[in-house]
């Protein structure tokens, strides 16, 4: 049984960092494109930061370049999301995905190419 679950968010101000591991089991993770995405109220999933399994290919939403930090553990199976400078426009469900695929066919933070998906934990940033 596929499982991503994600942790480590809560509530900060602005400025301020938070790291969100995302742990999974039941599919092959060495073979599978990772992605965080977010949701905030009222819009539509985004996709954030993407990696290949071997962290040689990773993409960047705009909005986050500079301040964002995807990263993986093979040996843990674990995908990271280092968050620095928080902002309040932040604030959002965030979703740790994965899909099957290697190198440059991983960098694409569309969702809909997303197969499996965590139940999402919430980051608030405050001003």
Known sequence: QVQLV???GGSVQAGGSLRLPCV???FSYSIHCMGWFRQAPGKEREGVAVSS?????EQ???SV???FAISRDNTKNTLYLRMNNLK???TALYYCAARVGTGPSCATLESAA????GQG???????
């Open 6 to 8: 994600e942790s480590g």
């Open 24 to 26: 999974a089991s039941g």
């Open 53 to 57: 399994p071997g962290g040689t290919v």
């Open 60 to 62: 960047y939403a705009d």
């Open 65 to 67: 370049l500079g301040r």
């Open 88 to 90: 309040p426009e932040d």
């Open 114 to 117: 997303f197969r499996y998906w």
């Open 121 to 127: 934990i919430q980051v608030t940033v405050s001003s």
